[in-house]
């Protein structure tokens, strides 16, 4: 079984930065892709940044410039750091990862992590 466990959410003003890590455990073989989604209250989830396992990297077009997204798989953790912070960016992130496991490949998600963008 894998586990995605999520921190560094919380409040920030408008302007801020906040620094959001997603750490994979279990028996792990291999991990395709990490990403970050978000989900606002009343939308639906969407994807904010991906990462594959040779580096590329993917984001949605609201948060180019202004977010990024890393890895360091010797500790199989990804981290979504958030620059110039807007309201419309309050949201539950969740981290997911498509990951090769004992149990066989498949998709896991973690809790989410709350950000509030205050104005």
């Known amino acids: 079984q894998v586990q995605l466990v999520e921190s560094g959410g919380g409040l920030v003003q408008a302007g801020g930065s906040r620094r959001l890590s997603c750490a994979a455990s279990?028996?792990?073989?291999?991990?395709?892709?990490m990403g970050w989604y978000r989900q606002a209250p009343g939308k639906q989830r969407e994807l904010v940044a991906a990462i594959l396992s040779g580096g590329s990297t993917n984001y949605t077009d609201s948060v180019k410039g202004r977010f990024s997204i890393s890895k360091d798989m010797a500790r199989n953790t990804v981290y979504l750091q958030m620059n110039s912070l807007k309201p419309e960016d309050t949201a539950v992130y969740y981290c997911?990862?498509?990951?090769?496991?004992?149990?066989?490949?498949?998709?896991?998600w973690g809790q989410g992590t709350q950000v509030t963008v205050s104005s």
């Open positions: 279990g028996t792990i073989f291999r991990i395709n892709a």
């Open positions: 997911n990862a498509h990951v090769v496991g004992s149990g066989g490949t498949g998709d896991y």
